[in-house]
């Protein structure tokens, strides 16, 4: 049987699931955790913090002397590569994700998350540099594949059978399953000035992202953790702003290159995800999620979440969180850019925390662990500072999210100072939200040197006025000027990132940049 065959029966499979029975067993399993929560299996004795890092592939360059537009062109990942590198698949071909040990909070234990990134990157960067490759850490890309559209890439998709497959997407069930679920109607990516029409969800294979994870050591303490991560979530992202652009060749013909500089977001990955997400689901499961009060309204928010592919019931395997498989899967689709997880291989692992979704990938290493630091430091230290920014309204903490997608650093946002005074001052807001995560990290062990050092990176942005996307922006302007036209000056500023990225993303800093 082919590969293509195999991946058709597994989508038929899948789709052949009675969806109210998968609901059901959704629920049933959720009284199941619901349960260990009362039980304490959830709690553990300190805070936890973990990472996801997500890459693409390009080609190095090395084989590109007559021709420019091969250089850094996007590349497929050979699926034995990816195996050989010890990182997983994600949604595209193109696309690389690792995660990490679990580690305590800690000077020692974000040490050790640094050295895990550094150390694993580096023998994936030295295993694909035989094959002509490189890995970016970016927030999405704009260089297609050499001889290709980016369009062409996204869009090609075939029919196996009446499944439909796309082209260029990872050979997992669950990815393609998303693809033939619900009507027929095609999904759409829309971002300022791209409309993108497409038979599977692979336009969401344009971004990538960093995905820092803290565990908390009480499970009964996620509802306020979670309320201040909701809080914190637009100003973070503004400081990691880092996809103004989408590939030329997708933008609609009534936007210039000026209109896109003006009119455009700074952080399109955010529209790319809720846009193709959203495309065939009646609610908006991509979305800024509602603060909840208690730690079981957690748990039903997940469980009673639209399903999108409803899978078949696993075989099983030891693993503690087995006994909600189900619930573990419909998780799988709980798109918040800030989510709760309750999952655990044992009962001693078992554990409830949040992902914290909002950030792109960074240029380098050590400014993506600044915000795992920075997260980690403010889930500790706001609670039990009892900061009074956990009163800012909901609607606001939302308003200030998509203000940051907008506008990056230069959006207006609303804060709570520690003195419980309402500001929308941007210097005032990230002295007291850099100096809280500092104070975290003292608590959770740093010296005040250290903690220092981990935030020293947003440090930098905030008193430069600088972010990656602004420094994109810089870049192309600058080249628009020099007479170069718009696709040249965004896939050349793109060269240009990945250049400066080679010599500082495992041991330098975007400040040297």
């Not at 619900?182 to 995905?211: C, F, N």
């Amino acid at each position: 049987m082919s590969t293509e065959s195999a991946l058709a029966d597994g989508v038929r499979e899948a789709l052949a699931v009675d969806a109210e029975e998968f609901a059901a067993r959704a629920e049933e399993e959720a009284e199941v955790v619901k349960q260990g929560l009362h039980d304490g299996a959830f709690d553990n004795h300190q805070s936890i913090v973990g990472f996801e890092y997500e890459f693409y592939a390009v080609a190095d360059g090395r084989w590109s002397e007559e021709s420019r537009a091969g250089e850094y062109a996007l590349m497929r990942v050979p699926r034995r590569l990816l195996e050989l590198m010890g990182f997983e698949k994600e949604l595209g071909l193109h696309n690389a994700e690792m995660s990490t040990s679990p580690q305590p909070l800690s000077d020692h234990g974000l040490r050790a998350q640094l050295a895990e990134v550094r150390a694993r990157l580096e023998a994936a960067e030295n295993t694909a540099g035989v094959e002509g490759m490189r890995l970016v850490s970016d927030g999405v890309w704009t260089i297609p594949p050499a001889g290709e559209t980016a369009r062409g890439y996204l869009t090609d998709s075939v029919d196996l059978d009446g499944v439909t497959v796309a082209a260029n997407m990872s050979d997992a069930v669950r990815y393609h399953a998303m693809a033939n679920a619900g009507d027929d109607a095609p999904v759409a990516l829309e971002a300022p000035g791209v409309t993108l029409r497409a038979d599977t969800v692979m336009p969401e294979s344009l971004i990538t992202s960093i995905q820092p994870h803290y565990q908390v050591a009480q499970a009964d303490t996620l509802p306020v953790h979670f309320r201040y991560a909701l809080r914190i979530a637009g100003p973070l992202l503004a400081l990691g702003v880092n996809s103004p652009f989408l590939p030329p060749d997708l933008y609609d013909d009534d936007w210039d290159a000026e209109r896109v500089l003006e009119e455009g977001a700074t952080e399109n990955r955010v529209h790319v995800f809720e846009s193709v997400l959203n495309a065939r689901t009646d609610a908006d499961k991509v979305r800024f999620p509602h603060d909840f009060h208690d730690v079981e309204t957690a748990v039903d928010r997940i469980a009673g979440d639209e399903t999108m592919v409803p899978m078949p019931e696993s075989d099983g395997t030891d693993r503690f969180d087995d006994a909600f498989a189900t619930f573990r899967t419909k998780h799988g689709t709980y798109w918040r850019w800030v989510r709760p997880v309750f999952e655990g291989a044992s009962r001693s692992s078992a554990n409830a925390r949040i992902e914290f979704r909002p950030v792109p990938a960074q240029p380098t290493v050590r400014d993506s662990i600044a915000f795992q630091a920075a997260f980690a430091g403010l889930m500790g230290a706001l609670p039990r500072h009892e900061h009074p920014v956990i009163g800012l309204e909901w609607e606001t903490a939302r308003d200030n999210f998509y203000a940051a997608v907008a506008d990056g650093l230069d959006a207006e946002m609303e804060w709570i100072g520690y003195d419980g005074e309402h500001t929308t001052d941007a210097t005032e807001m990230y002295e007291d939200l850099l100096d809280h995560a500092a104070a975290g990290l003292r608590t959770a062990g740093c010296s005040e040197a250290e903690a220092e050092s981990w935030l020293a990176p947003l440090r930098y942005r905030v008193d430069g006025g600088i972010t990656p996307a602004g420094w994109k922006r810089a870049g192309v302007r600058s080249r628009l000027s020099d007479g170069e036209s718009f696709a040249d000056a965004v896939h050349n500023t793109q060269r240009a990132y990945i250049e400066r990225q080679a010599d500082t993303l495992i041991d330098g800093g975007f400040s040297e940049w």
